[in-house]
């Protein structure tokens, strides 16, 4: 029990990002019993608990419960400046909402073990990706008609995701397997559309494609990239609608692509010399352009996609769970991290 509560606390700590010295002052105790909890030399009396499971926003019970949740290798953006000390704390903020996510599913029966559509398909370069994207898009039955909603479309597909909306700034997204069997992505939630979309895309490569061990870790990334691009917008669609070689293209034509298809002017751009439809010197006129105007920047950095990229599905399965009787109130808000009035307040049964 002592090793429960101590792995427990220490998780719910990082979560909240608390020093051990911040903690103990919270609690008015010392440094040292808050260390000698998490090493699980010792337990905490009624009170103490109670001080602590508020503190921290948990229920009690939550420090008791076995941990079933282990984390596989988690991608981490190579490039991405998070601090050690940041990545764990997002590492423990993962183990929490999923262990939720999974206990709520498993209420519910419901099956949500991934099988990989893209198993045995080796993706060794940026070219191999982008047709792993076209092979996927056809098992997911998207023809060649823009993605309306990415995160519906991964969770549709038993794809786990997660945003972060308090995620320092230096964070991107990352992807992971929990347990050997469910996929989990998760983003920086303070993300425009557009990039949020690209991101969960680009985590979706490093889940799905066969990547062989010795491709340099910078290779990866852009073999990610040429998959998530591919994704939004299929090479096809580009050489239909730009051509196959074009030496001027208007910013007109790049918004109207933009607000279609949800992706950056400037992603889409470097998905054009991916595809040969323009060259890297027309590719260096337009970044002279955006570097000596700030407002065709401005302009150009807009987000024009109208569509909505949040993770609902969670929520919504709480809330089913919860009509169908088959959780408390006090279990839907431990579940959410909501308090049991804001649960009960947002609870409405209309059809009955």
Not at 20 to 49: H, R, V, W
Not at 179 to 187: G, H, T
Not at 240 to 249: A, L, P, Q, T, Y
Request: proline share 2%.
């Amino acid at each position: 029990m002592k090793d429960i509560f101590a792995k427990r606390l220490k998780s719910a700590r990082f979560v909240k990002g608390y020093s051990l010295q911040k903690l103990a002052d919270m609690l008015n105790i010392s440094k040292q019993m808050i260390s000698k909890y998490e090493s699980g030399k010792s337990l905490p009396d009624s009170t103490n608990l109670i001080n602590i499971a508020k503190a921290l926003g948990q229920s009690a019970d939550y420090f008791f419960r076995p941990v079933t949740v282990e984390l596989g290798a988690i991608n981490f953006r190579k490039k991405s400046g998070l601090a050690i000390k940041n990545q764990k704390v997002v590492e423990e903020k993962i183990l929490l909402r999923v262990e939720n996510y999974l206990s709520i599913e498993s209420i519910l029966a419901i099956d949500s073990e991934f099988v990989n559509p893209l198993k045995g398909i080796c993706a060794d370069n940026i070219d191999k990706a982008a047709e792993a994207s076209d092979v996927l898009r056809k098992k997911w039955e998207l023809g060649h008609d823009p993605i309306h909603n990415v995160i519906n479309l991964l969770e549709a597909n038993r794809i786990k995701v997660i945003e972060i909306d308090d995620a320092d700034d230096k964070f991107d997204g990352l992807s992971c397997i929990i347990n050997n069997k469910f996929p989990v992505i998760v983003v920086n939630g303070n993300f425009n559309t557009e990039r949020k979309r690209f991101t969960l895309l680009h985590e979706l490569g490093h889940l799905v494609l066969n990547i062989p061990e010795n491709i340099e870790d910078k290779e990866a990334e852009r073999i990610c990239h040429a998959f998530a691009g591919n994704m939004l917008i299929p090479s096809e669609i580009l050489k239909r609608e730009f051509g196959k070689s074009r030496d001027k293209i208007t910013l007109q034509e790049l918004k109207v692509f933009q607000k279609e298809f949800g992706m950056s002017i400037q992603a889409i751009t470097y998905r054009l010399i991916e595809c040969g439809i323009i060259s890297k010197n027309s590719q260096k006129y337009f970044y002279m352009l955006l570097n000596t105007n700030p407002a065709l920047k401005k302009d150009i950095d807009d987000q024009r996609f109208c569509g909505a990229e949040k993770s609902e599905r969670f929520f919504r399965l709480i809330y089913k769970a919860l009509s169908q009787e088959l959780i408390s109130i006090g279990k839907a808000a431990s579940l959410l991290g909501e308090s049991v009035s804001s649960v009960r307040k947002n609870f409405s049964v209309v059809i009955d």
